[in-house]
């Protein structure tokens, strides 16, 4: 099977990683920021499916676990939606530089 | 015949503190708790001299064993021998006698007397604790109502005095955890490691195991017995505190410390033996200078926690010395100071109460307009300055009977200079006692209660109670030592 | 003979009024006194009974009255065979002391009911009376060295208690404190002593020591000589340390400067502590231990030269001063000198003559000591003032006083055949024997005596036209009773076989040679004339020849500014010297050290919070920093 080698695809999932870090530090909107970490979330999960494609096709291992990493992700998403909905409540605004109070 | 009663019933009392209103009942709630509770001490000391005649020779009595925490062998395991027993004797009638003082106390009543009923529960279940993790466990629970006693209820400085004490006790207290730590990794039993003392005491621990562990569990336990140069917490702590947490600092939980450095000293004593210079030396230390630092002070309560942090020393200094007598003495003399630094700050704080004021300076002649109360000060000074008749010259008297025992020329130094305190104690109590209860009636100070025709009173009956208490422990000591004696050997 | 039944009573029942009057005192008003006055007689009778029983009925044997331990029991146990035991040892010593105790005791209680009558306190005063009393008597009955330390410090109390009675006076309270401190001082050396002695002798009981170390070799501390510290024996450190604490309850010189400020407390209670009682227990503690003091000769010469030196200092300083009870005090000093160097002196003979001639005068002077002090109270309590040189022709006014005042003098000044006479003679005797030196001392000192005694005596009966009216008589005859029992007691008692009953080792009596008596009595005599002359009659010639001799005057009206040296000491070097760099390095340094490792925690917090900023994207960096770290770690590290 001449398909697609490995690294080609660790590639594509290191660069959406990277992508999700660059948008959870520049942006300081924090639905932004949330969708930053799914596509870390997303990155991690092609690792995950990859890994399992090509080092151990015999087991499902790896799907089962992005699976339960989407489900989480879903969840996640969620309750962090629900904070923020709250935050923008109390601030009027989902800047992340406006939800400071937390400091020394 | 049950030991755990002596911690159930604080805790009982703690509870039906919790479900009280208003403060006439929960005071009474206290009392009775506290009554209750010296009724059962004395009914346990009576079983505990019956025990003896009859042939009981074990060194400890009425042991009770419970699995606690299996994994890590932990065990509930408590049981009292002589010394022990002594302690809580001391522990009951201070609790007493402090809650009788504090009768008028209205702010926060319920959870003052919570916290009193707390730390007098962590001094109960030290006391009899015969588990190293038990016994630290008391040990923390005894520490964290000092800190808000002081800090909620105190006066001056009190919330950087609350900060002091708690800090250094804590430190002390992790010192003492990375000591018992140690025991515990490296004692050899069969069932592998453990906190039982009895245990340890016969598998014997290795002396190079001892050498490194003794001095992170005897200085730890000495921060709270006022080691000299960890004492600075004393002065502040007790100048700070309301004066029913000022009797329980100093009657109970300085006790603590003194009564864990000598379970440590009898656990190790090879190490022991090769730290005694060092603790000799800092004992004398503390003795000699605190007296000295006593004489300069000016503040009533100051001039008593000095003289605490001198009174101490002893404690160290019968411990140190490692003889049998001496090491009596050191018990003697953390009874008889409990019970005379108790009362000491009782009779300050019945002065304060009345004249506004601690400053030596600013009061004279007292015994003029309250004699009740110039009475128990100056039977608590003449104890401290150690008179015969009283508690403080048995323990003292035997601590240097015993320190002397030790022929090497440096020990009789010491024990010398520890002897010359004496002489300084009695400078700066009567300096204290001729200007305040003697001379010339005078009450300065805030608002010059004496000018604005002000009647001083004498003591209430709740105060003469508490002073009654107290001074008939140190009579008793004082004029028949035998029966304490005999119960401590 | 068993004393048992009822010995241990004679102690008990001022204790018993001590704590009965402290406690329901208050109620009893004037019954208080009564009350006290009452236990102590029968402690009296008691007294008088055991001595009677002691001496004619159990009688000698072979030749001495052997010590008797009447009761005995553990009372704080050590170690093996070392304990404090608590009982009461007959011997002739303790029993004679005894008798003395309970009987001054006794014409104090009763001349104070009359004198302290009306007072505020009275109830506390006969309490007090009632505590010292009983120490006293436990004090002399001791069986036990740390017995008789812990009646020692119990002494030392109640004379607080009672030198401060008038406690709104800072006067006495100073010098209530003063007493005890001093003597504190000494009782330390005391203390130690004991820790020696009890350690090397193995045993703190008196007639077990005494045997240990005379009798056999079983102590290392006569063994081994070489045993020592700093050149000097152990046992020598031990007698000299037990010495200063008797030398600090005696007033001994240098440690004397307690006893004249002691004067501030009532006149009975000066008669009964401050003359007869508690200030010969330095005497009595020696002749306790005198068996062990016969080791050691250097010892015995110290005290020697101590006795004598505050003899004749205090005399001294007695002819200047001009408060009448200061005059007393100074005199009881040099007395109980007189004694302690009668003591030291029979060390350098075979003959033990010093022991009983000391005793002799101890007995003598508690007598005519307290019979001056009560006479001295009663004229306190007529003039209202403690001023000699405000007194004066009182003879007319207060006769009674003033024939007994008159023996009394006449006692402390040796002239047959008073009291004092006989027991001067023997202790002079037995300078002559052992010391010219001492002798000659002696003989001064004691015509200082004479004329010092009447110098008071004429100032206050005589000199000049009394500026008093008769308005109150001389007091009630509860006051008047005791001075006539005394003053008879101070012409009797001299005529007791002394030597006969109280002896070191069952030695018979001291014949004292008439023609010996001839230099004292002259010296007495001239002394007497002296004083004659210069204050019969308002005579100038005192005022001329003090300013004549001015400075040396001065020097010894201050007397010999010891007050003003102990003030230096304790001012400039105990409290600016020692206690107030404690106090400030505790403070500064050593709590400085505690603050400052809060306050290094603090920077430490200070400096560092700014990492927690609150913004969520740094956490985040912070968090992949560390990652990428640690994956760097633990990538290229292995």
Same mark, same amino acid.
């Given at each position: 099977?001449s398909?697609?080698p ?5 590639f594509?999932?290191t660069a ?5 870090v ?6 300081r909107?924090?639905?932004?920021m ?15 499916v990859?890994?399992?494609?090509y080092?151990y096709?015999?087991?499902l291992?790896?799907?089962f676990?992005?699976?339960f ?8 998403a969620?309750v ?5 909905i ?5 601030h ?10 937390m400091?020394? | ?6 911690i ?5 009392t ?5 479900l009280?209103?208003g ?8 009392l009775?708790?506290a009554?209750v509770q010296?009724?059962y001490v004395?009914?346990?000391?009576g ?13 400890i009595?009425?042991? $009770? ?5 299996a994994?890590?062998?932990?065990h509930y395991?408590?049981?009292i021998?002589?010394i ?12 007493v006698a402090?809650?009788l003082?504090s009768?008028?106390v209205?702010?926060?009543s ?19 604790s015969l588990?190293?993790f ?9 520490v964290?109502?000092?800190f808000?006693?002081?800090g909620?209820?105190g ?6 005095s609350a900060?002091?004490? /708690?800090?250094?006790l804590?430190?002390?207290?992790a ?7 140690g025991?515990?990794f490296n004692?050899p ?11 340890i005491?016969?598998?014997?621990i290795?002396t ?8 992170f569990?005897f200085?730890?336990?000495g921060?709270?017995?006022?080691l ?27 006790k603590l ?7 440590m000293a009898?656990l ?8 005694s210079g060092i603790?000799?030396v800092?004992a ?5 200078y ?7 002070q000016?503040?009533l309560?100051?001039?008593n926690a000095?003289s605490s942090?001198s ?12 003889t049998k ?5 050191a018990v003697?003399?953390m009874?008889s ?9 009782? /009779?300050?704080?019945?002065l304060?109460?009345r004249?506004h ?6 009061l ?5 307009v309250m004699p009740?109360i110039?009475t128990?000060?100056?039977i ?26 030790r022929e ?7 024990t010398?200079l ?14 204290a006692?001729?200007k ?5 009636l005078l009450? $300065?100070g ?7 025709g002000h ?8 105060e003469k109670?508490a002073?009654?208490?107290?001074i008939?422990?140190?009579v ?6 035998f ?6 050997n | 003979?068993n ?5 241990t009573?004679?102690?008990l029942?001022p ?9 329901f005192?208050?109620?009893?008003t004037?019954s208080?006194?009564?009350l ?6 029968v402690?009296?009778?008691l007294?008088?009974?055991t ?10 044997i072979?030749?001495?009255y052997? &010590?008797?331990?009447?009761?005995h029991?553990?009372w ?5 065979g ?13 029993v ?6 309970t009987?001054?005791?006794l ?13 505020? !306190?009275?109830a ?6 009632g505590?010292?009393t009983?120490?006293m ?11 008789i330390?812990?009646f ?12 401060g009675?008038y406690?709104?006076r800072p006067?006495?309270?100073a010098?209530?404190?003063k007493?005890f401190i001093?003597?504190r001082f000494?009782?330390?050396g ?8 009890a ?23 006569t063994?081994?000589?070489q045993?020592?510290?700093m ?5 020598t450190w ?6 200063i ?5 005696s ?7 307690w006893?004249?400020d ?11 502590i401050?003359?007869a009682?508690?200030v ?13 003091y ?5 010892v ?5 030269w ?22 007393l ?8 000198g007189y004694?302690l160097f ?14 009983s001639?000391?005793?002799?005068h101890?007995?003598t ?6 019979l001056?002090?009560?006479?001295a109270g ?9 001023e000699?040189?405000e007194?004066?022709?009182l003879?007319k ?5 003033h ?12 002239i ?5 006479f006989?027991s ?7 300078a002559?024997?052992n010391?010219?030196?001492g002798?000659i ?6 015509g200082?005596?004479?004329y010092?005694m ?5 100032r206050i009966?005589?000199?000049?036209t ?7 008589g ?16 101070a012409?009797?008692?001299?005529f007791?076989?002394f &030597?006969?009953f109280?002896?070191?080792n ?12 001839i230099? &004292? ?7 007497i004339?002296?004083a004659?002359?210069?204050?019969f ?6 005022r001329k020849?003090?300013?004549?001799? !001015? ?10 500014y010891?007050?003003?040296l102990?003030?230096f ?5 105990v409290?600016n010297?020692?206690a107030?760099?404690?106090a ?13 490792a ?5 920077r430490?917090?200070?400096s560092?919070?700014?990492?927690q ?5 740094n956490y ?13 770690v633990?990538?290229?590290w292995?």
């Amino acid at each position: 099977m001449s398909s697609i080698p490995l690294t080609h695809i660790l590639f594509v999932s290191t660069a959406l990683f990277f992508i999700g870090v660059y948008g959870l530090f520049t942006r300081r909107n924090l639905i932004t920021m949330l969708m930053a970490i799914e596509l870390m979330l997303n990155s991690v999960n092609i690792n995950f499916v990859a890994f399992n494609k090509y080092l151990y096709p015999h087991t499902l291992n790896g799907v089962f676990f992005s699976l339960f990493i989407i489900t989480v992700a879903a969840a996640e998403a969620a309750v962090a939606i629900a904070i923020i909905i709250n935050l923008y409540r109390n601030h009027r605004s989902i800047d992340v530089e406006d939800a400071q109070e937390m400091k020394y | 015949m049950s030991l755990s009663v002596l911690i159930i019933l604080p805790l009982l009392t703690a509870i039906a503190l919790l479900l009280c209103n208003g403060f006439r009942q929960v005071r009474v709630v206290a009392l009775s708790g506290a009554v209750v509770q010296l009724i059962y001490v004395l009914w346990l000391l009576g079983a505990y001299w019956q025990q003896r005649p009859a042939g009981n020779a074990a060194a400890i009595l009425f042991e $009770e064993d419970l699995t606690w925490f299996a994994s890590l062998n932990i065990h509930y395991h408590v049981g009292i021998d002589g010394i022990a027993i002594a302690m809580i004797l001391l522990t009951a009638l201070v609790t007493v006698a402090g809650i009788l003082v504090s009768w008028p106390v209205e702010k926060l009543s319920k959870e003052f007397f919570f916290l009193l009923v707390l730390l007098s529960l962590g001094a109960y279940g030290f006391f009899i604790s015969l588990d190293l993790f038990t016994l630290f466990f008391f040990l923390e629970v005894a520490v964290i109502p000092k800190f808000l006693l002081i800090g909620i209820w105190g006066s001056g400085r009190s919330s950087y005095s609350a900060m002091k004490l /708690a800090l250094l006790l804590m430190g002390g207290s992790a010192l003492v955890f990375v000591g018992l730590a140690g025991i515990y990794f490296n004692t050899p039993t069969a069932n592998g490691p453990t906190f039982d003392l009895l245990q340890i005491a016969q598998a014997g621990i290795s002396t190079d195991v001892q050498e490194l562990f003794f001095p992170f569990a005897f200085i730890g336990f000495g921060i709270f017995t006022a080691l000299f140069p960890f004492h600075t917490w004393v002065p502040d702590g007790h100048s700070s505190a309301p004066t029913a947490a000022s009797m329980f600092l100093a009657g109970i939980s300085m006790k603590l410390g003194g009564y864990g450095c000598l379970r440590m000293a009898l656990l190790m004593p090879a190490a022991a033996q090769s730290y005694s210079g060092i603790i000799i030396v800092l004992a004398t230390i503390a003795i000699i200078y605190g007296a000295f630092a006593t004489m300069m002070q000016t503040d009533l309560k100051y001039i008593n926690a000095y003289s605490s942090v001198s009174h101490c020393g002893f404690v160290l200094l019968g411990i140190g010395m490692l003889t049998k007598t001496a090491m009596m003495g050191a018990v003697l003399q953390m009874v008889s100071h409990g019970l005379m630094t108790a009362l000491f700050f009782a /009779a300050i704080g019945m002065l304060y109460d009345r004249t506004h004021t601690r400053q030596v300076a600013q009061l004279g002649g007292l015994l003029k307009v309250m004699p009740f109360i110039a009475t128990v000060f100056v039977i608590a000074g003449l104890c401290s300055l150690g008179l015969p008749g009283l508690s403080g010259f048995v323990a003292e008297v035997t601590v240097f009977m015993g320190a002397w025992q030790r022929e090497d020329a440096w020990y009789r130094l010491a024990t010398i200079l520890a002897c010359a305190s004496i002489v300084v104690t009695a400078v700066y109590i009567l300096r204290a006692m001729g200007k305040v209860i003697m001379g010339p009636l005078l009450v $300065e100070g805030t608002g010059s209660l004496l000018q604005q025709g002000h009647v001083l009173s004498d003591a209430r009956w709740n105060e003469k109670l508490a002073a009654v208490l107290l001074i008939i422990g140190i009579v008793a000591i004082g004029v028949a030592p035998f029966w304490l004696t005999e119960l401590i050997n | 003979m068993n004393y048992s039944s009822y010995i241990t009573l004679i102690p008990l029942l001022p204790l018993a009024g001590f704590i009965i009057l402290g406690l329901f005192g208050k109620s009893l008003t004037r019954s208080a006194g009564i009350l006290g006055t009452f236990l102590l007689l029968v402690s009296t009778v008691l007294a008088f009974y055991t001595a009677y029983n002691y001496f004619f009925v159990s009688g000698k044997i072979n030749g001495i009255y052997p &010590p008797v331990t009447a009761l005995h029991y553990t009372w704080l146990s050590f170690s093996p065979g070392l304990s404090i035991d608590m009982g009461v040892l007959v011997d002739p010593a303790s029993v004679m002391m005894l008798v003395v105790v309970t009987f001054i005791s006794l014409m104090v209680h009763l001349f104070s009911l009359g004198y302290m009558k009306g007072e505020d !306190r009275f109830a506390t005063y006969y309490a007090f009376l009632g505590l010292f009393t009983f120490s006293m008597l436990g004090l002399v009955l001791s069986t036990n060295l740390l017995q008789i330390y812990i009646f020692w410090e119990l002494v030392g109390v109640s004379s607080f208690l009672l030198i401060g009675f008038y406690y709104d006076r800072p006067a006495a309270v100073a010098a209530a404190k003063k007493a005890f401190i001093v003597t504190r001082f000494a009782d330390l050396g005391f203390l130690i002593g004991i820790l020696i002695l009890a350690y090397y002798g193995g045993t703190l009981d008196f007639n077990m020591l005494i045997y240990r170390l005379t009798a056999t070799n079983l102590s290392p501390l006569t063994q081994t000589p070489q045993i020592g510290f700093m050149g000097i024996s152990l046992l020598t450190w031990a007698l000299v340390l037990v010495f200063i604490g008797g030398a600090g309850k005696s007033a001994m010189f240098p440690l004397h400067i307690w006893l004249p400020d002691a004067m501030e407390g009532p006149t009975p209670v000066s008669a009964l502590i401050h003359a007869a009682t508690m200030v010969v227990a330095g005497v009595y503690l020696v002749a306790r231990l005198y068996p062990v003091y016969l080791l050691d000769e250097a010892v015995l010469q110290i005290i020697t030269w101590v006795g004598a030196l505050s003899a004749l200092l205090a005399a001294i300083i007695a002819c200047t001063q001009t408060d009448i009870k200061r005059v007393l005090a100074y005199s009881t000093i040099s007395q109980i000198g007189y004694m302690l160097f009668a003591l030291g002196l029979s060390g350098y003979g075979d003959t033990a003559t010093g022991y009983s001639a000391s005793l002799f005068h101890l007995f003598t002077h508690a007598f005519f000591k307290s019979l001056l002090f009560l006479g001295a109270g009663a004229v306190i309590h007529f003039v209202h003032t403690n001023e000699i040189r405000e007194m004066g022709g009182l003879r007319k006014l207060m006769p009674l006083t003033h024939i007994t005042f008159l023996i009394a003098c006449l006692a402390i000044a040796g002239i047959p055949p008073f009291a004092g006479f006989f027991s001067k003679e023997e202790i002079l005797l037995a300078a002559w024997e052992n010391n010219r030196f001492g002798y000659i001392l002696g003989l001064v000192t004691s015509g200082l005596t004479a004329y010092y005694m009447f110098r008071l005596y004429f100032r206050i009966f005589w000199n000049r036209t009394p500026s008093y009216s008769n308005h109150h008589g001389e007091g009630s005859w509860t006051m008047k009773g005791p001075l006539l029992v005394l003053a008879a007691a101070a012409i009797t008692v001299g005529f007791i076989p002394f &030597p006969h009953f109280v002896a070191v080792n069952g030695q018979e009596e001291i014949t004292v040679p008439l023609r010996f008596s001839i230099a &004292p009595v002259a010296v007495a005599i001239a002394g007497i004339t002296i004083a004659y002359v210069l204050y019969f009659k308002n005579n100038p010639l005192p005022r001329k020849w003090a300013l004549a001799f !001015r400075g040396m005057y001065k020097l010894v009206r201050h007397k010999f500014y010891f007050d003003e040296l102990y003030l230096f000491i304790t001012k400039k070097i105990v409290f600016n010297g020692i206690a107030k760099p404690a106090a400030w390095i505790d403070r500064h340094l050593v709590d400085g050290f505690m603050n400052g490792a809060g306050w290094a925690t603090t920077r430490l917090s200070e400096s560092i919070k700014a990492l927690q900023s609150g913004s969520v994207q740094n956490y985040m960096l912070y968090v992949f920093g560390s990652i990428i770290a640690l994956a760097a770690v633990f990538i290229y590290w292995t």
